[in-house]
């Protein structure tokens, strides 16, 4: 428990990897998602460079398997530091095609999840004084499309949800942050008809988190937004 502890949520292979290898360069991380294989993957990597990874397997949508989650980690690494919510998921499809089960799992996996996983860190970062939380977020959450309608919903709650903490949070010490990923992530192992410059690189939105988690604190950013240096906007 030497180490400060940070909490990656939502590890795949494109920004949760790159996030978990970034914290690990001087944090204990640990990494929360639903697939153990894939959590020991990037664990297992961490742990032949050199850094501390803990496997924390759990579906965010629910508040038992959080909750020991975050127990496991409190027990084995320390009271976490920093959170990076990654875990975001949505059926894309319009009004006539995205069924209710749909929009309400949306909702669950990025909104519900997030509001546990703050909840089960705040305490802790306010007792300290010190912290920070970073959201991952959506163009969908500022602007949503006509596919948008269980997505968008879903994220403009998650964006909600962090402005709240914020104005909560903030004047206790812990930073909170939300992030629009405006654009197409590139992630490894997926084949998408794009040249490698029209996409953003999960590299880049760590070196963005890891930013935001270490400002000053006489200048928080509370809403920030990355995009390729070609996309319109």
């Not at 990874?53 to 965010?60: M, S």
Request: glycine share 12%.
């Amino acid at each position: 428990m030497s180490k400060r502890v940070a909490v990656v949520v939502g590890v795949g292979p494109g920004t949760g990897a790159a996030l978990a290898r970034r914290f690990s360069a001087e944090y204990a991380v640990a990494l929360v998602a639903r697939g153990a294989d894939k959590l020991k993957s990037v664990a297992d990597e961490i742990r032949a460079r050199g850094g501390e990874a803990l496997e924390a397997p759990a579906d965010v949508t629910n508040a038992r398997e959080v909750h020991a989650a975050f127990d496991g980690i409190r027990a084995k690494l320390g009271a976490p530091d920093v959170l990076l919510y990654n875990a975001g998921s949505g059926t894309w499809g319009t009004i006539a095609e995205v069924t209710p089960e749909q929009f309400e799992g949306a909702w669950r996996t990025n909104a519900f999840g997030g509001f546990l996983c703050a909840r089960e860190v705040a305490a802790d970062m306010v007792a300290r004084g010190s912290g920070a939380m970073v959201f991952t977020g959506a163009t969908a959450g500022v602007k949503a499309g006509p596919k948008s309608v269980a997505f968008g919903p879903a994220k403009f709650a998650t964006r909600g949800l962090a402005q709240s903490l914020a104005r909560d949070l903030g004047p206790k010490g812990v930073h909170v942050a939300w992030v629009n990923i405006d654009g197409v992530i590139d992630v490894p192992g997926r084949s998408l008809p794009m040249k490698p410059e029209d996409l953003i690189r999960p590299e880049a939105i760590a070196e963005t988190f890891w930013f935001l988690a270490h400002q000053d604190r006489s200048a928080w950013t509370m809403e920030t937004e990355v995009r390729p240096f070609k996309e319109k906007f």
